[in-house]
Nanobody
Framework: QLQLVESGGGLVQPGGSLRLSCTGS????????MNWIRQAPGKGPEWVSF????????NYTDSVKGRFTISRDNAKNTLYLQMNSLKPEDTAVYYC???????WGQGTQVTVSS
């Protein structure tokens, strides 16, 4: 069974940091471009970040540039999202997703609150 399993979410104070992980199970992530997508309460999905298969190209939505860093370790079959200087508006369920064909993880909750 092909799965993406996210972890690393939680409750953090504004200004804090979290690192999300997304591990492939039953398939190899290395050929795929990968994305992080988030969905805040009451809002639609928002694309956050992209990385190509060789980690040579990354991209971010403007609201997280300079604060979030996407990376991958193909040897560990894992995608990461390092999130620094977190803000309350970053509160959302964060999903990892492959490029086409699309596979989604189950999501991990990130809550930024004092």
């Amino acid at each position: 069974q092909l799965q993406l399993v996210e972890s690393g979410g939680g409750l953090v104070q504004p200004g804090g940091s979290l690192r999300l992980s997304c591990t492939g199970s039953g398939f190899t992530l290395s050929p795929y471009t990968m994305n992080w997508i988030r969905q805040a309460p009451g809002k639609g999905p928002e694309w956050v970040s992209f990385i190509n298969s060789g980690s040579t190209i990354t991209n971010y939505t403007d609201s997280v540039k300079g604060r979030f860093t996407i990376s991958r370790d193909n040897a560990k079959n894992t995608l990461y999202l390092q999130m620094n200087s977190l803000k309350p508006e970053d509160t959302a369920v964060y999903y990892c997703r492959t490029g086409v064909p699309y596979y989604w993880g189950q999501g991990t909750q990130v809550t930024v609150s004092s």
